[in-house]
Each structure stands twice: as C-alpha cells, then as structure tokens.
C-alpha cells in the first residue's frame, strides 16, 4: 500500500491510500465524514466569500446555472464538488486564523 500526501497552500491535506486492487472501503470512510452541504450551506459561503454566483461558478469551473440549481435545491453536488468545496472552507478558516493571530500579535 503506498501513501501520497497532496496540498495546496493551506489547503488542508487529504491522505490518498492507493492498493494494487480495488478497495472502496478507503473512499467510503472519507464519504462518511464529507460535509453534505444543503443549499442554505452554498449560498450561504458563497455569501461569506463576497462572490455573486458567477463570480463562484468561475472559481468552481462550473457555470452560474449549476450554482443557482445547487443554492435553490435543484441539483446536489456531487463527491468531488463537496470536496472543492471543503478544501476551500478550510483554507478561508485557516487564513482567518492567520489574519487574527497577525492582529493579535500588533497589539502585544
């Protein structure tokens, strides 16, 4: 079994477990724990970013009509869209911690 870190930034890092065969349990696991992200959930950090929904569509490479299905409940984003997704919610929480440590630290 080989194990390969990725990252980008401060992306958070995601261990990807490899085998020779087949083994869904490894992806099941990651599945079990990735946020479901409702469309009030969308819309709302998409929101919290300062992005119309063509702004978001373009960081997501995906097109404004597929965000407007997903902020209305019309389609639900698939494995990998919740996944960009996460990695983006983490990376805003960890330059947020940045930014407030660099603040904390002026005024000591």
């Known amino acids: 079994m080989e194990t390969e870190t990725l990252s980008e930034g401060h992306l958070k890092k995601i261990t990807i477990l490899q085998k020779k065969s087949l083994d ?8 079990a724990n990735m ?3 409702t469309p009030d959930e969308i ?4 929101k919290n970013l300062g992005l119309t929904q063509n702004e978001f569509a373009s960081m997501l490479g995906v ?14 984003p698939g494995r990998s869209m919740k996944l960009f997704l996460d990695c983006i919610e983490e990376k805003q929480k960890l330059e947020r911690k940045v930014m407030k440590h660099g603040k904390d630290k002026k005024k000591g």
Request: glycine share 6%.
């Open 24 to 31: 869904t349990n490894i992806n099941i696991v990651y599945i």
């Open 35 to 37: 946020k479901q992200w």
């Open 43 to 46: 819309r709302n950090f998409r």
């Open 63 to 76: 097109t404004q009509v597929y965000i407007s299905y997903m902020e209305g409940g019309v389609k639900k």
